[in-house]
């Protein structure tokens, strides 16, 4: 007894108030534990399946699957596309010199002067061969017609034109003046037949020119007046060829 008193004892918070709250709360911890655990175990547990059952109640259709078409997404297919489609060139003096074929004034949206060039050269290098030297008239009549027909062309319709279009199309249907200077190689034309020659090819080149500029400017009733002056152009080069 006497060693108690060596010691230090310090004065406590704790009384039996507080012993008897945390009694309380630990029962009321308890109680509610003790509720869960009664509601889990009278929740209904499933019953036993058999595997048999789950797999007859599965679905037992087929799946969708797309049938691959091997053409379709071969490259062969693209190439043999492109190869069934004609060349540009062919396929625009198809519709320019046809006079059976409706004229399509789409070809005036395509600026192509690498035909009209060719068959300028052409034209010269067969002028030549029939012992004329006349490239500086072809090239210098192309592109003078070709401004007067363009300024003609702005001032009879509504929608304007490029320069560039009407030389193209221009261009392009001087091919059967090309045809006429290489008969000019083999024989003459100042006679009968020639004249008469130069003058279809006259007629053939305006009114396939004419009848392109007519639809895709929208003038109707006035393809002569478009043909007159292409029939001028035209007519200088057929002289330059005969004579």
């Known amino acids: 007894m006497s060693n108690l008193g060596q010691f230090d004892f310090y004065q406590s918070n704790y009384t039996i108030d507080n012993q008897e709250q945390t009694c309380n709360d630990s029962n009321a911890c308890g109680n509610l534990y003790g509720s869960r655990k ?78 009209p060039i060719l068959f300028c050269m052409t034209l010269g290098a067969t002028l030549l061969l029939a012992g004329k030297v006349q490239f500086g008239y072809v090239y210098g009549m192309s592109a003078i017609g070709c401004l007067g027909i363009h300024a003609l062309l702005n001032l009879m319709s509504s929608s304007g034109v490029s320069y560039g279009c009407v030389a193209s199309v221009l261009g ?57 002056p292409c029939a001028l152009l035209y007519g200088l080069f057929a002289l330059l060829t005969v004579f």
Do not use: H
């Open 38 to 115: 009664r509601q889990a175990s009278e929740q209904p547990q499933p019953a036993f399946v058999p595997a048999e059952m789950l797999l007859s109640s599965g679905y037992s259709g087929q799946f969708f699957q797309p049938a691959s078409n091997q053409d379709y997404y071969s490259p062969s297919s693209y190439i043999d596309s492109f190869d069934e489609e004609p060349p540009l060139l062919e396929d625009k003096l198809r519709k320019l010199l046809n006079p059976m074929k409706p004229a399509d004034g789409s070809i005036m949206n395509e600026t192509d002067l690498t035909g």
């Open 172 to 228: 392009y249907c001087l091919l059967p003046m090309v045809i006429l200077s290489s008969c000019a190689i083999f024989f003459s034309l100042q006679g009968t037949f020639g004249t008469v020659s130069a003058l279809v090819i006259v007629g053939w080149c305006s009114l396939s020119a004419s009848k392109i500029f007519m639809s895709a400017l929208a003038m109707e009733g006035q393809q002569l007046l478009i043909a007159y």
